[in-house]
T-cell receptor, first 119, second 121 residues
């Protein structure tokens, strides 16, 4: 597809269930980000990949959150033993640029997000 | 630490009115980038503009214009002759260029809480 694709668009989970959210970035995009957007708030950084390497996971709220991008393209955000406070929209974004090398301010292209509701 | 404040939670206007969305930011980085994104009901964030901290020229793109004032750490966004299709949540965001020990990073975006703009016919 032409844009960043995320699935599922909507997920309802019972507290304690594990969930997996998928992100298909734009083909060839090197950088991939996950952001968490709580209701009525702005997105907050979770983690950053450059190809298959996870360079920053400082935004992951707890060790129940895990992200991977094993082949440097598709990424999965996994949340174990979901809690109600995990309810949010999870946004994935990709960029052609190796942003941290400087000199390149490659823009981010965002997906439509996966809305997770934990009951 | 970096911070972006959008004091206006919601704005409602009538079509064809001009509207200004405010954004105030804080950063210790000497070089940084400011952004505006639009989030329609479908959910994706749509990039509108990026402004470098060393370029204080204001910018106009069609009905959109941006006023960057470094002295007041503000980056306001004006929509002229608003249309119903402009209804969305608008986010201001900041990305630094400094090393990670300056409190920012050169790849993370720090977003404000957003302003919900409703344009009524």
């Amino acid at each position: 597809g032409a844009g960043v694709s995320q699935s599922p668009r909507y997920k309802v989970a019972k507290r304690g269930q594990d969930v997996a959210l998928r992100c298909d970035p734009i083909s060839g995009h090197v950088s991939l980000f996950w952001y968490q957007q709580a209701l009525g708030q702005g997105p907050e950084f979770l983690t950053y990949f450059q190809n298959e390497a996870q360079l920053d996971k400082s935004g992951l709220p707890s060790d129940r959150f895990f992200a991977e991008r094993p082949e440097g393209s598709v990424s999965t955000l996994k949340i174990q033993r979901t809690q109600q406070e995990d309810s949010a929209v999870y946004l994935c974004a990709s960029s052609l640029a190796y942003i941290p090398t400087g000199g390149n301010t490659g823009e981010l292209f965002f997906g439509e997000g996966s809305r997770l509701t934990v009951l | 630490a970096q911070k972006v404040t959008q004091a206006q939670t919601e704005i409602s206007v009538v079509e064809k009115e001009d509207v200004t969305l405010d954004c105030v930011y804080e950063t210790r980085d000497t070089t940084y980038y400011l952004f505006w994104y639009k989030q329609p009901p479908s959910g994706e964030l749509v990039f509108l503009i990026r402004r470098n901290s060393f370029d204080e020229q204001n910018e106009i793109s069609g009905r959109y214009s941006w006023n960057f004032q470094k002295s007041t750490s503000s980056f306001n966004f004006t929509i002229t002759a608003s249309q119903v299709v402009d209804s969305a949540v608008y986010f201001c965001a900041l990305r630094g260029r400094g090393p990670s020990n300056s409190g920012g990073s050169n790849y993370k975006l720090t977003f404000g809480k957003g302003t919900l703009l409703t344009v009524n016919p």
